[in-house]
């Protein structure tokens, strides 16, 4: 018998098992406890929400490993870390830990500025961030097994995170309508890899998962996105910087399951208390802005 | 219903067999993980499916495909939408597939407090091989797939954070094994388990199998 482990069918295989789910922001055990008894697919174990660390400042880096731990141990569910874009010895030590999925992640301030990391040289599986078509057919070049559309990390307005899905899921449309003689000219001009472009086109969507997230706040938002054409929803300052946590995770998580169905989406977003107080994304200065990170 | 006896009528003038399959309806349980991928393979049988979020999507079905993906997100979204019993006594009349989280729920227990719909005489061990980096491909042994091709040929299992299935009663047949001894694909009556994901693969046998199981009843 041959044993392939970490094969590229294995980890792209594991974000397909999170699809129609929620994955959550968590910031210690007791979150990851509360995320997983409210359905989450999946937690991201981190220090601080991206809407601390958008207001705290300074440096975002990798989290405390022991904290990772603890998390993982506390949930039976798989549990994402983020390490910054192009810092590989974080993604090393991560794989070390025994994660489940590395996040790429634009949310943590870049260790370098030109490159991303070599993701097929891991076992983990990674996702990463992007914008537009260009830019998910890079990371997958690169090695991403999972594909999320950034958004506006940290704000609670789901305005950019439609603006990415619109951007991606449309660049694919067109893709799909033009000739295949101009196809090579679109490769060039969004920088991204001819084979890929080629397989998306011929699939019709991307090549790996593609969740949405950044700014989502609402099991109305967690709708919209599914709706638009993603595959499932990361949830990160939405639900653990609101009133009542435990019911608005549970209502996201039914949200995204019921998507289509605007009576079941009534149903559920009855009563669940105060969402995160949400920041405008034209009141953010453009150099603050985390979707800009990332090549 | 009216619309549901008329094909069968149809049906009868032809020489037996011939568009058989296509009268059979499968639901896949599409509360959360890969019920796309189930969709596809039995899309490519030209098998008629629907997704099944509510309990009345399980009338009218003649088996129901429960996928991979979390079994205690499934288990918490079927027990908050009051889909626990009808699921239950749907599987006490059908036949019922559970890949990775279905096999998962189908088994009486997990070693986890989580919703299980316990039809199976089988007990199961979540995450039995470890984490996601554990995750691997490996070609199994499963001689009862002759039953739709005559190959022989190994299956390409796929296995995600996978379950073992570690206890068997005796009305349980076992398909395949991985190490030796370590079981990974059960039968019992009507409903079939398997710790990997045939519905990642581009092998439909075990799809072909499962439709197998439900024509020969």
Partial sequence: MSNEVGSFAVKKGLAQMLKGGVIMDVVTPEHARIAEDAGACAVMALERVPADIRADGGVARMSDPELILKIMDTVSIPVMAKCRIGHFVEAQILEALGVDYIDESEVLTPADEANHIYKHDFKVPFVCGCRNLGEALRRIGEGAAMIRTKGEAGTGDVVEAVRHARQVLGDIRHLQSMPIEEVMSFSKSIGAPFELVLETRKLGKLPVVNFAAGGIATPADAALMMQLGVEGVFVGSGIFKSGDPAKRANAVVKAVTHFNDPKMLAEISRNLGEPMVGRQISSIADNELLAKRGW | ?217
């Fill in chain 2, 1 to 217: 219903m009216g619309v549901r006896y008329l094909p069968s009528l149809i049906m009868s003038y032809l020489p037996s067999g011939v568009g058989k399959r296509n009268m059979i309806k499968i639901g896949i349980l599409a509360l959360q993980g890969d019920f796309d991928e189930h969709q596809k393979m039995l899309d490519g049988l030209g098998i008629n499916t629907i997704q099944v979020r509510k309990s009345n999507q399980l009338t009218n079905l003649d088996g129901l495909i429960i996928p991979g993906g979390e079994s205690t997100t499934m288990g918490k979204l079927a027990t908050d939408f009051q889909l626990m019993e009808d699921l239950r006594t749907f599987a006490m009349r059908h036949a019922v597939w559970g890949t990775c989280a279905g096999a998962i729920l189908l088994s009486k227990n997990s070693g986890h407090v989580q919703p299980l719909l316990g039809v199976m005489d089988i007990t199961t061990a979540r995450n039995a091989f470890g984490r996601q980096v554990e995750s691997f491909e490996i070609d199994l042994n499963v001689p009862a797939l002759k039953v739709v091709d005559p190959s022989d040929a190994p299956f390409p299992a796929i296995f995600i954070r996978a379950p073992l299935i570690e206890t068997t009663g005796p009305g349980v047949e076992i398909l395949a094994y991985i190490n030796d001894d370590q079981v990974v694909a059960v039968r019992e009556d009507q409903w079939l388990a398997t710790s990997f994901h045939p519905e990642l693969s581009t092998d439909n046998r075990f799809h072909r199998y499962f439709l197998e199981m439900i024509q020969s009843k």
